[in-house]
């Protein structure tokens, strides 16, 4: 079982950054691909940014050149700096991975823009 706990939300204004972390329950090694994701009141968990085992990455294009994601394997935790933050970023923050064909997700954590 995989357990996925994120943290770092907060209200923030525009233009500002945030660092978000998600620590796991077990080495990411093994896990491979880590995610971001974000859910915006009344729509669907879009895509945001993934990184390898290697540190490859892909960014959705709507945070492509503001948001960095990294990964820390020897304290089994996956971050997202984010920067230049606007309102549109406002949602809640998942960090998932998919083992043996199922996702694992944390909790989410609140990130607020104002504009």
């Known amino acids: 079982q995989v357990q996925l706990v994120e943290s770092g939300g907060d209200l923030v204004q525009a233009g500002g950054s945030l660092r978000l972390s998600c620590a796991a329950s077990e080495s990411i090694f093994r896990l491979n691909i880590m995610n971001w994701y974000r859910q915006a009141p009344g729509k669907q968990r879009d895509f945001v940014a993934q990184?390898?085992?290697?540190?490859?990455?892909v960014y959705a294009s709507s945070v492509k050149g503001r948001f960095t994601i990294s990964r820390d394997n020897a304290k089994n935790t996956v971050y997202l700096q984010m920067h230049s933050l606007k309102s549109e970023d406002t949602a809640v923050y998942y960090c998932?991975?998919?083992?043996?064909?199922?996702?694992?997700w944390g909790q989410g954590t609140q990130v607020t823009v104002s504009s």
């Open positions: 998932g991975v998919i083992r043996s064909g199922t996702w694992y």
């Open positions: 990184i390898t085992t290697s540190g490859g990455t």
